[in-house]
C-alpha cells in the first residue's frame, strides 16, 4: 500500500486520485467516481468531492493508497 503525504486538513477524492497519479485526468477520475470503481475505507463512493482525511485509504482496481499528513 502506498502512503501519501498530504499538508492539508483533507483532500477531495477527485484532486488525490490525481495527486496520486492514479488517474491522468480530472474527467477521468470524475467518470471512474461515477462508475462506482472507487472505493473509500472499503465503501464504494460516488462523490468526487468526498473529503478524504489522514488515515483514510482509497483503493481503484486493486492499487490501494493510505493518505497521511505530513509533519
Do not use: W
Not at 484532486?15 to 472505493?39: H, N, P
Not at 482509497?58 to 493510505?66: A, D, F, T
Request: proline content about 1%; hydrophobic content about 40%; glycine content about 10%.
Amino acid at each position: 500500500m502506498e502512503e501519501i503525504n498530504i499538508q492539508t486538513e483533507f483532500i477531495k477524492l477527485d484532486a488525490l486520485l490525481k495527486y496520486s497519479a492514479l488517474v491522468a485526468t480530472g474527467g477521468e477520475a470524475k467518470q471512474i467516481i461515477q462508475d462506482g470503481m472507487v472505493s473509500v475505507n472499503g465503501e464504494i463512493c460516488r462523490m468526487r468531492g468526498k473529503k478524504i482525511f489522514p488515515g483514510d485509504t482509497v483503493s481503484l482496481e486493486g492499487q490501494k493508497i493510505r493518505v497521511v499528513h505530513e509533519t
